[in-house]
């Protein structure tokens, strides 16, 4: 067989057979409205970036939460280029123009396995116990259903939406509306500097080098995530649209890969596991990315916590190069970025079920469980 002319589909599941998804989404046709509170709503534009930001954040002082958001991390959600502000957004405000309520139902254009809508927001704390959250969440998950029924795409899907383990008000108020808790997040912490455990040397073997960041080098690694993440649940190929957003926290300084500076590329090609980009690109002699951590500073959050910290947001290795150590090597060298640059800790979060074993492996590198997240979601 021709390996140049096979063609390996980037997700290679089966959809099992369902029926049609603007029937499974049982969108309606109009949107309830939201009278509890008296509130006027309206909805947000990129302008309302620090209002939202000043909103989320009186949210997490007031239900202990352990981060905090910058104008520069609103602003970036409200500028993404497939979000339609004018229908999935929608603020209350008080007679004195004070921002009492926030929802937003976001979609991701990258989906090919499960078709995804995504709700967030909540009740000020000075306005709760009046029902506007449940109406405002009944007025998300009616939108969320009308975005999945003309996604046009014949996918299961889902309404998801995220909480905190300790946000007990939140989780009541997701089971009433018919969500159920399916997926749990550890947050993980590991302490840097003196009294700490010594951060690990890997020695890479073959062609296998460690590399810094490079923007040369992002789009191959957008392609390693891709196929790093194609077997974990609930995950989705990111387009390089959505692999570009979301960097105001982004330390480039603090992030390294690793590259296969000789892949056996016909071994690859004709590898079942390498998805139809990799082979795209193998073809062109781009290089070839095979491990990654990319890392974020989120200085707001470090008065929260209490200390100083380096995240790892995104950490992976490609399925044909997994026991290799490839991802610990590159986790190490963040570590060390971040014990040069100062901070005390390394933090990253893991879904808990994590099919290659992850949080054993960060276990074994002294990191330690400090707080807990989870999803929720109605399945359709």
Known sequence: MDSTLRVVAPYPWRVPDLSPIAERAAAPETLPEITAGDLSWRAATIDDAQLVADFNNAMSEADDLPFRETVDEVREELEAPWVDLSTQSMLGLDD???LRAVGFVMTTPGDVRTVRAFVSGGVHPDRRGEGIGRELLAWQVARARQLLAASGKELPGRIAAYAED???????IFEHAG???RRYFADLKRPLGEGAPPIPEVELNGSLRLADFSPELDDATRLAHNDAFRD????????????QSGRSEFAPEWSH??????PDVEALLADERTDASTADALRAGAPLVVAYAYNSRFEADFEVRGYSFGYTGL????????GRKAAIAALA???RSFEDAGMEAAVLDVDTENPSGAHGLYASLGYVQEHGSRMYSIEL
């Open 179 to 181: 969500f159920a808790a």
């Open 232 to 243: 974990h649940w609930g995950s989705e190929p990111q387009t390089p649209e959505q692999w």
């Open 333 to 335: 060298a963040s570590m």
């Open 315 to 322: 950490l992976g290795t490609r399925r044909a190069y997994r």
């Open 257 to 262: 890969v690793v590259v296969d500076d000789s």
């Open 96 to 98: 004195e123009a004070q």
């Open 166 to 172: 300790t946000d007990t008000a939140r989780h009541r």
